[in-house]
Nanobody
Framework: QVQLVESGGGSVEPGGSLRLSCAAS???????????MGWYRQAPGKQRELVAT???????VYADSVKGRFTISRSNLKNTAYLQMDSLRPEDTAVYYC?????????WGQGTQVTVSS
C-alpha cells in the first residue's frame, strides 16, 4: 500500500521560500512513474484547493494564485515530488497535502503546515 510523507513545511516571513517534499513508499517505482502527483492546501475554515499537479510526462498545472511563484517537480528515481514555493504571502498559510493518482485510485499524505507571517 502506498504511503506519502510530506516534509519541508515551517514558518517563514513574507517574501521567503520553502521547498516541500513528498516521498512515496510501499509501491514500485514503476507505479510512481506512472502517477500524477499533486499538491493541495487547506487553510483554516476553507475547503481544500488545488495548488499544482504534474503528470507522469511532466506536464504541469498551477492554480492562478501561485503561478510564477511556485514550481512543482518530481524525481522518479527518488519516488519524490517537490513544491518549490517562492515569494510567499500570508495568504499561502495552510496545511499542504500531497496526492498521488494512478490507475483510477488516489492516496493522500498526512499534510505539512506552512505559515507565512511577519
Amino acid at each position: 500500500q502506498v504511503q506519502l510523507v510530506e516534509s519541508g513545511g515551517g514558518s517563514v516571513e513574507p517574501g521567503g521560500s520553502l521547498r516541500l517534499s513528498c516521498a512515496a513508499s510501499g509501491a514500485s517505482g514503476r507505479i510512481f512513474s506512472a502517477s500524477t502527483m499533486g499538491w493541495y492546501r487547506q487553510a483554516p475554515g476553507k475547503q481544500r484547493e488545488l495548488v499544482a499537479t504534474i503528470s507522469r510526462l511532466g506536464s504541469t498545472v498551477y492554480a492562478d494564485s501561485v503561478k510564477g511563484r511556485f514550481t512543482i517537480s518530481r524525481s522518479n528515481l527518488k519516488n519524490t515530488a517537490y513544491l518549490q514555493m517562492d515569494s510567499l504571502r500570508p495568504e499561502d498559510t495552510a496545511v499542504y497535502y500531497c496526492k498521488q493518482q494512478v490507475q483510477g485510485s488516489y492516496t493522500w499524505g498526512q499534510g505539512t503546515q506552512v505559515t507565512v507571517s511577519s
